[in-house]
């Protein structure tokens, strides 16, 4: 599986945006850049996909680079339930693929 | 949206005993399952694929005499954990996809698993 990258923590204040990165420069034609989230001890939590273009969601947005190589989620207005570990996934869009899970990034929200 | 759930959410037994974990799709049919294990403060690691009618396929490093899966249904898939020992002691959780949609795994609750 192709690998990601992203930071192991971030930190940002409530009601502001958060912009959330994650590198994929192995990253193949095929494959979907998938998001979810995890609460402590909760399963996770999709939050958005998407192949080539922007995407936009009641949730979030995905911005997508044009060399497809990296990918930004944005959380428009983050509020103190937006703290959990977001993970930034590759693969397909269907079919029968689990999804390989990295460490994702922290994201703790100030009140 | 979809809805996949796990029982029991949490559950404590004895070393050497066998624990049962189920995880059903409520309101969609999923011909394929997915068993991930959480060990704390750890990433999901993906266990196996549980595949309805047929046997699951296991990821390397994975025993598949010790963790059985059984799919026998559109809307059931079972987790044994055989001859438990403390070190299975995690955070098991399942998922499964809608077939016609693409992209989306739906995730259960999880179920903790503590074995003294």
């Known amino acids: 599986d192709a690998k990601t990258t992203q930071p192991n923590s971030m930190e940002s204040n409530e009601e502001e945006p958060v912009h959330l990165p994650c590198n994929h420069s192995?990253?193949?034609?095929?494959?979907?850049i998938h998001w979810y989230r995890q609460l402590p001890s909760q399963g996770p939590e999709y939050v958005i996909h998407g192949l080539t273009s922007n995407v936009n969601n009641r949730m979030a947005s995905l911005a997508i680079a044009e060399d497809r190589k990296s990918s930004t989620l944005i959380l428009h207005r983050a509020t103190l339930r937006d703290a959990a570990v977001y993970y930034c996934i590759l693969g397909s869009g269907g079919g029968a693929d689990g999804l390989t899970f990295g460490k994702g990034t922290h994201l703790i929200i100030q009140p | 949206g979809a809805v996949v759930s796990q029982h029991p959410s949490w559950v404590i037994c004895k070393s050497g005993t066998s624990v049962k974990i189920e995880c059903r799709s409520l309101?969609?049919?999923?011909?394929?399952m997915f068993w991930y294990r959480q060990f704390p403060k750890q990433s999901l690691m993906l266990m196996a694929t549980s595949n309805e009618g047929s046997k699951a396929t296991y990821e390397q490093g994975v025993e598949k005499d010790k963790f059985l899966i059984n799919h026998a249904s559109l809307t059931l898939s079972t987790l044994t954990v055989t001859s438990a020992h403390p070190e299975d002691s995690s955070f098991y959780i399942c998922?499964?996809?809608?077939?016609?949609?693409?992209?989306?795994?739906?995730f259960g609750e999880g179920s903790r698993l503590t074995v003294l």
């Open positions: 192995t990253i193949s034609g095929t494959d979907y």
């Open positions: 309101d969609f049919q999923a011909t394929t």
């Open positions: 998922s499964a996809r809608i077939p016609t949609f693409s992209g989306e795994l739906f």
